[in-house]
Structure formats: C-alpha cells, structure tokens
C-alpha cells in the first residue's frame, strides 16, 4: 500500500522551532517530488514547499520563504519540514503529499497531517 | 496571484446529482484537480488532469473544464459523499499550486 506517515508537531511558543516528518512507504520514494501544505483551523489548504527527487530543488511560498525549510533522506524515505521563527498564524495541520508524477501538478496519496499549535 | 473561487456551499439529496463549480481566469487554459476531505482526515484526490479518475475512485465522480470555469458533478450522491472539496490548478505565471475556497457538500 502506497502511504505517507508523518511525525512530529504539537504546542511551540511564538519564536519557536520544529520538525516535522514524512515517511513513504509502497512505492520508490526517491523518484518523486515531495510537498508540504497545510491547512489552518477551519480555512483551505494551502500550498508550502516542495523538493524535487534528489533534493537539488526548493521552493517555497513566500510566507515561510527564509523561516521553513524542506528536505528529505531517500536512504530513509522521509522528508522533513524544519520550521524557524514560528508565529501565531503557522498554527496549522500540516500534511505532506506525493506529487504524482513528473510536473503532473496533483498530490496523491497525502499523509494523515499534524497539529502545529503556536501559542504562549 | 491566481485566484480560484468556489460557492461555500451545495446540498443534494441522495440520490440526486451536486454540481460543484470552480471559477478562474481562463481555467480551460490549465488542468484542474479535485480533493474531497472529510472532518478531521487528509484531502482525497477525486479528479486529476480535467477528467481523470485516481484507481478506486467511484465513476460517480467526473469532472470537466472549458472557459472560466471548471465544474465537478457527482452522481447518484451517497451520504458518504458529504465532505468538504477542493479544485487546484498550478499557476505557471508564479509558480505556485493555488486550491479554490472550498465547498462544503451536505446530503440532505
């Protein structure tokens, strides 16, 4: 079964920092992009970051461009979301997901998200 | 930026068939895809590439594209439809994956 796993998450102060990760399993993690969204309390998803296959490309949304970064270990079929410098309006569920070929712009399967609470 | 809009809400009754639209400047021009997402799971991919259907996916689903609008139609609505969905495009002009609004599906 094709599926994405993740870890990590829960309550940082404003300032704070955190890791969260993604792991694949079912299928050749290391020959697909790999995207990080996230959705706050009751809004839409949005949309954070990508890494292409070997991790030689990044991009981000200019919302966290300087404060996230991604990355990822095909040894370990994971990818990570290092997230700086968290503000109140990062508190989100963030999902990780699998771009679904080469430049075919649609993510499937997606993991099953993770709360990230920024609060005092 | 890329804006695509969405009503918040439709409501069918079982059986019937719920149309959702989702608006965009020259939508036709991109390839759309369609999530569903129930309360507190990950979005679904329903319909990619216009009118594609993900492997398991019902044929009740189907979706089209043309001008500025793109619209997903389920048929024969089930309960179990009743979900939150979501269109997405890629925006080739700023390089970003844009969602729509969102719609939340009630079965009456």
């Known amino acids: 079964e094709v599926q994405l796993v993740q870890s990590g998450g829960g309550l940082v102060q404003p300032g704070g920092a955190l890791r969260l990760s993604c792991a694949g399993s079912?299928?050749?993690?290391?020959?697909?992009?790999m995207h990080w969204f996230r959705q706050a309390p009751g809004k839409g998803l949005v949309w954070l970051a990508r890494?292409?296959?070997?991790?030689?490309?990044?991009s981000y949304v200019d919302s966290v461009k300087g404060r996230f970064t991604i990355s990822r270990d095909n040894a370990k079929n994971t990818v990570f979301l290092q997230m700086n410098s968290l503000r109140v309006e990062d508190t989100a569920v963030y999902f990780c997901a699998r771009e679904g070929g080469d430049w075919v712009n649609w993510f499937d399967p997606w993991g099953q998200g993770t709360l990230v609470t920024v609060s005092s | 930026s890329y804006v695509l809009t969405q009503p918040p809400a439709v409501s069918v009754a079982p059986g019937q068939t719920a149309r959702i639209s989702c608006g965009g400047d020259?939508?036709?021009?991109?390839?759309v895809h369609w999530y569903q997402q129930k309360p507190g799971q990950a979005p679904v991919l329903v319909v990619y590439?216009?009118?594609d259907r993900p492997s398991g996916i019902p044929e009740r689903f189907s979706g089209s594209n043309s001008g500025d609008s793109a619209t997903l139609t389920i048929s024969r609505v089930e309960a179990a439809d009743e979900a939150d969905y979501y269109c997405?495009?890629?925006?080739?002009?700023?390089?970003?994956?844009?969602f729509g609004t969102g719609t939340k599906v009630t079965v009456l």
């Open positions: 079912g299928f050749p993690f290391g020959n697909y992009w």
């Open positions: 020259n939508i036709g021009s991109k390839s």
């Open positions: 997405q495009v890629w925006d080739n002009s700023s390089d970003l994956y844009v």
């Open positions: 890494i292409y296959k070997d991790g030689s490309v990044l």
């Open positions: 590439d216009d009118t």
